[in-house]
């Protein structure tokens, strides 16, 4: 029986359990003993002008190494992009936490110390906390630009967006909020400059991507940087190759020649490592009074931070996947990417989808409230119907393949939803205190859409043992596991005696690693190819050692052996052809890469409890179909599936990054930001379904992200559900008891 | 000041700064580098060790705090003869960790949980875990886990 698709327990496991991971701080190499540790001294304002740094008496404290400053580094290329990052400031900071100088000390706890030292004298200038004060442009954060709007652009209909026919029309500005990613592992790095090269540990999502940024910063060719993932304790796109702060501290390494490690506190983290998502967002909708969506547009601002990494790009993915799952007659959107004095904005687990759906999975609620119909009547009428794939929405994106009518019915049927219902009415019939809320959300995403393909090598030796050489770079989504069960399948080769290599440069030189779900799909199916190939050279050679025909040969998968078609007796095993292979005999490379994107799509119902008194929403029970295709490991696909949800539920009810009118973070301790824990999720109820892709050979889309982007607009829409009854249309997210209590009491006050 | 901790059952001396955390010196003295410092406010739990047998977060516990008392970390879970504990074979059983970073925290705080609640229902498994945070696996397969060892280290009957 093939491997494929049953449930393996990884293989990454054992190490993890019984020692710990090796992650870039518990590093212990002979590199870097002795090495000093480097403590970033942050700007502790939002926006200012710096007119002067005095390092004196923080160099003079026993036990630094060195105090190194934006003076010290290469002047910037004069008449270069006025919006560009530095990677120290110089003369001006524009968010708290954004990185002024370098503490490198003999001891860790003596960095702290010598960075209160270092005194840098600031002068105020007028703060752009948010959204709405970076619009007016009263104050600019990039001398020389006109406005603080950096990005626009649009899709499909865009702002001609005709709502003709359109029985109800409703228009309403909506708030994703900006969270904070928070990996347990806080960035890290360590460094080593050995005369000619230096060398680099990254916790990191992409080590070639890394070091094409580090070479690129420090105007050093790539082949003279190595960068190695040690373990790296989660990602979720925050640490998608590398950010200023780590580059400083390449820098620091080659600058003093000495080897430097650096790991950032949680609360260095909360203002220094970027955020997702914040957007504000206006959404309308049109349609007929019995349920037919017509027209749908989306307007989006992007909160950028305080530079431009990615947020346009973000505002770019959240406008073409804005029409969402459903048959619209007309549809567009557009977006305006802004700068603010806030940290800035990346990738996060979703990364611009999640953003879509909650829109427009808000905006079919809000319709059929305002229409008076079930929600999941609505959806039905209006998903686009299986035979219209391959699909081109009103937007612009090109759906591979979808079953979305069935998801819903599927996750509907799971939970009992006419039960439900039922409950609900008995409570809101008895008027009691905790009320009920049921939220839907059919959704669509995009993955693997940069168009990047991925690598692998796949090497037999004389032993009859495997090693796996891949592009993808796991931070703990179990790609050992599942790389090792696509090559067990492909030569029979047993899993054990499979060992797979990521993350290190020179090892893989050319790769892109790990984010937009797309491992499995790309990286994968470069293994998978990778062993094709050894495969064939194995025939080859096999052919010659038995002297048959290439074409009478069998590989006999069950047992790892070559043979003569039903001859047993004839058997080679893979050591034998890879002794006779000689060294790299039995080796290949592949690269893969798609001709498109893949669509991952599902249906998620929350069920909520409101306490309508003190308007504290409990989440249930939370049932899910996450379709990504055709799936390799289920205990893999449904632990991606757990940590997304859960990461959308901490959106709807939950987590928050905030600034005061002054650009000042009050979330910047994880006694002040929510992270979700246990006590407020329960557990999930998962429903399998596997619509595979036509666009690789595993059949599979991304699941890294999909329960992130179906889980957060089905809890809002339970909460908001709850206390529909009692007049509230809509609640921001995320739905804390203060927003629900107050729209509860506003609403009742309207009354 | 000299500090002498038992950890997972060897003695550690040290010279070291009274403002040394517990934490630190396990990682650092000790050289036991499992045990990961995920924040700066006793908030997340990644640090969780046992101390005389009880859980507490090693970055909120001073060396000087746990000199002649005994320290065990995830290294220690293991029988001498490397047989799992119950607790360790739970989170493999039910795969209960992805990055592996809260891991040994939170199975140290489930040692501590079950060893005060032997055998708890899943409500209290999350509110003995609240203190520890997990980014990866939404807590559903730590919870699993964690029943699990209850149960032996057995995996729960039905998968979903």
């Not at chain 1, 686009?384 to 759906?399: E, H, L, N, R, S």
């Not at chain 1, 007796?569 to 034998?576: D, E, F, K, R």
């Given at each position: 029986m093939s491997?494929?698709?049953?449930?393996?327990?990884?293989?990454?496991?054992?190490?993890?359990?019984?020692?710990?991971?090796?992650?870039?701080?518990?590093?212990?190499?002979?590199?870097?003993?002795?090495?000093?540790?480097?403590?970033?001294?942050?700007?502790?304002?939002?926006?200012?002008?710096?007119?002067?740094?005095?390092?004196?008496?923080?160099?003079?404290l026993p036990g630094v190494v060195a105090v190194l400053t934006s003076a010290d580094m290469p002047a910037p290329p004069e008449g270069g992009d006025a919006t560009a990052e530095p990677l120290l400031a110089a003369d001006r900071v524009r968010y708290v936490g954004e990185p002024v100088a370098l503490v490198l000390t003999e001891g860790r706890y003596q960095g702290e110390d010598a960075a209160e030292l270092v005194s840098v004298d600031y002068d105020p200038l007028p703060a752009v906390p948010g959204i709405e004060e970076a619009l007016t442009g009263e104050t600019l954060l990039f001398p020389g630009t006109e406005s603080n709007i950096?990005?626009?652009?649009?899709?499909?209909?865009?702002?001609?967006?005709?709502?003709?026919?359109?029985?109800?029309?409703?228009?309403?500005?909506?708030?994703?909020?900006?969270?904070?990613?928070?990996?347990?592992?806080?960035?890290?790095?360590?460094?080593?400059?050995?005369?000619?090269?230096?060398?680099?540990?990254?916790?990191?999502?992409?080590?070639?991507?890394?070091?094409?940024?580090?070479?690129?910063?420090?105007?050093?060719?790539?082949?003279?940087?190595?960068?190695?993932?040690?373990?790296?304790?989660?990602?979720?796109?925050?640490?998608?190759?590398?950010?200023?702060?780590?580059?400083?501290?390449?820098?620091?390494?080659?600058?003093?020649?000495?080897?430097?490690?650096?790991?950032?506190?949680?609360?260095?983290?909360?203002?220094?490592?970027?955020?997702?998502?914040?957007?504000?967002?206006?959404?309308?909708?049109?349609?007929?009074?019995?349920?037919?969506?017509?027209?749908?547009?989306?307007?989006?601002?992007?909160?950028?931070?305080?530079?431009n990494r990615l947020g346009a790009f973000l505002a770019q993915l959240t406008v073409l996947m804005a029409a969402g799952v459903y048959d619209l007659q007309h549809g567009g959107a557009s977006f305006r990417a802004v700068v603010t004095n806030t940290t800035p904005i990346a990738a996060y687990r979703g990364a611009g989808r999640p953003e879509a759906a909650a829109a427009i999975e808000r905006a079919i609620d809000d319709f059929a409230a305002e229409i008076g119909m079930d929600p999941a009547e609505?959806?039905?009428?209006?998903?686009?119907?299986?035979?219209?794939?391959?699909?081109?929405?009103?937007?612009?994106?090109?759906?591979?393949?979808g079953e979305y009518a069935a998801g819903l019915e599927r996750v509907l049927a799971a939970a009992d939803y006419p039960a439900l219902r039922a409950e609900q009415a008995r409570r809101r019939e008895g008027a009691d205190t905790v009320q009920l809320g049921l939220g839907i959300s059919v959704y669509v995403e995009i993955t693997a859409g940069d168009m990047g393909g991925e690598t692998a090598r796949v090497v037999v030796d004389d032993t009859g043992a495997a090693t796996v050489f891949t592009g993808s770079s796991a931070h703990g989504?179990?790609?050992?596991?599942?790389?090792?069960?696509?090559?067990?399948?492909?030569?029979?080769?047993?899993?054990?005696?499979?060992?797979?290599?990521?993350g290190d440069t020179d090892a893989i030189p050319e790769a892109i690693g790990t984010f937009g779900s797309r491992s499995l799909q790309l990286g994968g199916t470069a293994v998978v190819q990778a062993a094709g190939v050894v495969k064939e050279q194995a025939r080859r050679l096999a052919a010659e050692m038995i002297e048959a025909a290439?074409?009478?040969?069998?590989?006999?998968?069950?047992?790892?052996?070559?043979?003569?078609?039903?001859?047993?007796?004839?058997?080679?095993?893979?050591?034998?052809?890879?002794?006779?292979?000689?060294?790299?005999?039995?080796?290949?490379d592949a690269r893969f890469d798609a001709s498109a994107p893949t669509f991952p799509f599902g249906a998620h119902l929350a069920v909520v409890e409101v306490d309508t008194e003190t308007g504290k929403a409990t989440l249930v029970r939370?049932?899910?179909?996450?379709?990504?295709?055709?799936?390799?490991?289920?205990?893999?696909?449904?632990?991606?599936?757990?940590?997304?949800?859960?990461?959308?539920?901490?959106?709807?009810?939950?987590?928050?990054?905030?600034?005061?009118?002054?650009?000042?973070?009050?979330?910047?301790?994880?006694?002040?930001?929510?992270?979700?824990?246990?006590?407020?999720?329960?557990?999930?109820?998962?429903?399998?379904?596997?619509?595979?892709?036509?666009?690789?050979?595993?059949?599979?889309?991304?699941?890294?992200?999909?329960?992130?982007?179906?889980?957060?607009?089905?809890?809002?829409?339970?909460?908001?559900?709850?206390?529909?009854?009692?007049?509230?249309?809509?609640?921001?997210?995320?739905?804390?008891?203060?927003?629900?209590?107050?729209?509860?009491?506003?609403?009742?006050?309207?009354? | 000041m000299k500090v002498a901790i038992s950890v997972n059952g060897r003695q550690v001396e040290a010279e070291v700064e009274d403002r040394l955390l517990l934490a630190h010196f396990v990682r650092e003295q000790a050289g036991l580098t499992a045990t990961n410092i995920g924040c700066d406010t006793t908030s997340c739990g990644a640090c969780t060790v046992l101390l005389d047998g009880e859980s507490v977060k090693s970055c909120t516990v001073l060396a000087a705090q746990a000199d002649g008392h005994e320290v065990t970390t995830c290294e220690g879970l293991a029988g001498a003869d490397g047989r799992w504990h119950a607790v360790q074979q739970g989170f493999h059983a039910e795969h209960g960790l992805q990055c592996g970073f809260c891991t040994p925290g939170m199975m140290m705080a489930a040692v501590s949980l079950l060893a005060e609640n032997p055998d708890p229902t899943e409500e209290e498994v999350r509110t003995g875990l609240e203190g520890n945070l997990c980014r990866c696996t939404g807590y559903h397969n730590i919870v699993r886990a964690v029943l699990a060892a209850a149960r032996d280290g057995q995996p729960a009957a039905e998968a979903s």
């Open positions: 491997i494929m698709g049953t449930r393996v327990l990884r293989t990454e496991d054992p190490r993890l359990l019984t020692q710990g991971g090796v992650y870039t701080d518990d590093l212990r190499l002979p590199e870097l003993t002795g090495a000093a540790y480097v403590t970033v001294v942050r700007s502790p304002i939002a926006h200012a002008l710096i007119t002067g740094i005095d390092t004196s008496a923080a160099a003079e950096l990005a626009t652009g649009t899709a499909g209909e865009g702002d001609d967006t005709s709502f003709d026919g359109c029985d109800v029309v409703l228009e309403r500005t909506i708030v994703n909020q900006r969270l904070a990613p928070v990996p347990l592992e806080p960035r890290a790095m360590a460094a080593a400059w050995t005369g000619d090269r230096l060398t680099i540990w990254s916790s990191t999502q992409n080590p070639q991507l890394a070091r094409g940024a580090i070479a690129g910063a420090l105007g050093l060719d790539p082949a003279l940087i190595r960068v190695i993932t040690p373990d790296v304790g989660g990602g979720f796109g925050a640490k998608v190759a590398v950010d200023r702060d780590a580059i400083c501290v390449a820098w620091a390494a080659k600058h003093t020649g000495h080897a430097v490690r650096w790991i950032e506190s949680r609360s260095e983290n909360l203002v220094g490592m970027v955020h997702g998502r914040a957007q504000r967002q206006t959404y309308k909708i049109g349609g007929t009074t019995d349920g037919r969506v017509l027209s749908y547009r989306l307007d989006v601002v992007q909160d950028c931070g305080a530079f609505v959806r039905r009428i209006n998903v686009v119907p299986p035979d219209k794939f391959p699909f081109t929405t009103a937007t612009g994106a090109t759906y591979d393949t989504q179990g790609h050992h596991t599942a790389w090792a069960m696509l090559v067990q399948n492909e030569l029979g080769i047993p899993m054990e005696s499979i060992t797979v290599v990521h290439e074409a009478d040969l069998e590989l006999d998968t069950a047992r790892g052996t070559w043979q003569v078609r039903g001859d047993p007796a004839s058997a080679l095993s893979w050591g034998q052809i890879a002794e006779r292979a000689g060294p790299d005999g039995l080796a290949a939370h049932v899910t179909v996450d379709d990504a295709g055709r799936i390799l490991n289920p205990v893999l696909a449904e632990g991606q599936r757990h940590g997304g949800i859960a990461q959308g539920v901490a959106q709807a009810l939950l987590e928050e990054v905030r600034y005061d009118p002054d650009g000042n973070p009050l979330t910047s301790t994880l006694v002040d930001y929510a992270a979700i824990t246990a006590t407020e999720l329960p557990s999930f109820e998962l429903v399998a379904s596997e619509t595979p892709t036509p666009i690789n050979p595993l059949g599979a889309k991304g699941i890294g992200e999909a329960g992130t982007v179906g889980s957060t607009p089905a809890v809002l829409n339970a909460v908001i559900d709850a206390v529909s009854h009692l007049g509230v249309r809509h609640i921001d997210m995320p739905a804390t008891p203060e927003k629900v209590w107050a729209a509860i009491n506003e609403a009742r006050a309207a009354r | -």
